[in-house]
């Protein structure tokens, strides 16, 4: 997650990216990971100073979302 917070934007880009490929990876009963990883996420989109990070953000929470089977 050091990446999330590198100067560069591509960077903290990719980071999100590999965030939500993680998420998106872990089994069911990894819940807590998972949401470790969208209480991340969320605050990359609440604080990231680029608009693509932060859009990327939402985006990599909203389909990580989408496959929770609750």
Same mark, same amino acid.
């Given at each position: 997650?050091?990446? %999330?917070?590198?100067?560069?934007w591509?960077?903290?880009?990719?980071?999100?990216?590999?965030?939500?490929?993680? !998420?998106? !990876?872990?089994?069911?009963n990894? =819940?807590?990971?998972?949401e470790?990883?969208?209480? =991340?996420l969320?605050?990359?989109?609440?604080?990231?100073? %680029?608009? !693509?990070?932060?859009?990327?953000?939402l985006? !990599?929470?909203?389909?990580?979302? %989408?496959l929770?089977?609750?």
């Amino acid at each position: 997650m050091q990446a %999330s917070e590198d100067p560069e934007w591509v960077v903290r880009y990719a980071a999100v990216v590999g965030l939500q490929n993680l !998420a998106n !990876a872990v089994t069911a009963n990894r =819940r807590e990971l998972v949401e470790q990883i969208v209480t =991340r996420l969320t605050q990359i989109a609440n604080t990231d100073e %680029s608009r !693509a990070v932060c859009a990327r953000a939402l985006l !990599a929470i909203e389909k990580t979302r %989408s496959l929770d089977p609750d």
